[in-house]
C-alpha cells in the first residue's frame, strides 16, 4: 500500500508513486481462489479504479479448468474490462506464458515485472511477452510498525509501482 499510495509530505521519507491522488481501499486476501474472486469483486463494487494484485503464480491445466469451473478467470476478466487491474509477474525466472502465471495473464490485466535502478530485469523476475512492462523494485516504503524504513521488493513491489502510476493518470 505504501509503495502504490504512501502519501506525500508525511516526514519520513517515502511516497508512493499515486500519493498524491490515490485513496487506498485496503483488503487482505487469504490468497485462496474464492476470496481473491470477493476480494476484487468488492473493490470494483466500491469503486476502486485501480486494483493492484501484488501476487500471481503458476497455474497448470488442472489449475486453469478448476479456476473455469469456480469463475475465477470470468471474474477477473470482466472487472479488468472496466477497471484498472494490475497484478505481479511473479518471482520464478520463468516465461509468463509458458507457466500460465494468473491473475498476470488473464485478459485485461497488466502483467508487471521487476527491474533494478540500472533497468536490467531481476534474474528472479518473470519474463516474456506476456508482461506489460518492467517497473522498479526494492522500493524504500513508510515505516509499517516493524521498520522504520523497509524495502518492499520482487514484483510484489513492481504492480504496486505501476498501480500508483496508474491512479495518477486517472
Not at 476478466?77 to 484498472?84: G, K, L, N, P, Y
Not at 506489460?132 to 509501482?161: K, N, R, W, Y
Request: hydrophobic share 40%; with cysteine.
Amino acid at each position: 500500500a505504501g509503495t502504490a499510495t504512501g502519501l506525500m509530505n508525511n516526514r519520513k521519507g517515502s511516497v508512493g508513486t499515486g500519493g498524491q491522488v490515490a485513496k487506498p481501499i485496503l483488503l487482505d486476501s487469504g490468497m485462496d481462489d474464492l476470496t481473491v474472486m470477493a476480494a476484487t469483486a468488492y473493490a470494483d463494487a466500491v469503486g476502486a479504479q485501480v486494483i493492484n494484485m501484488s501476487f500471481g503464480g503458476s497455474c497448470n491445466g488442472i489449475c486453469r479448468a478448476g479456476r473455469e469451473i469456480i469463475g475465477y478467470k470470468q471474474t477477473i476478466e470482466s472487472i479488468a474490462s472496466r477497471r484498472v487491474v494490475v497484478a505481479s509477474a511473479g518471482n520464478d525466472n520463468v516465461d509468463v506464458n509458458e507457466e500460465h502465471i494468473w491473475p498476470c495473464r488473464l485478459d485485461n490485466v497488466i502483467c508487471v515485472g521487476a527491474h533494478d535502478s540500472a533497468g536490467n530485469g531481476y534474474s528472479y523476475s518473470n519474463y516474456g511477452t506476456g508482461i506489460a512492462v518492467f517497473a522498479p523494485t526494492d522500493i524504500p516504503v513508510m515505516p509499517d510498525g516493524v521498520s522504520d524504513m523497509p524495502v518492499h521488493g520482487g514484483t510484489s513491489a513492481s504492480a504496486p509501482v505501476v498501480s500508483g502510476v496508474a491512479a495518477m493518470i486517472l
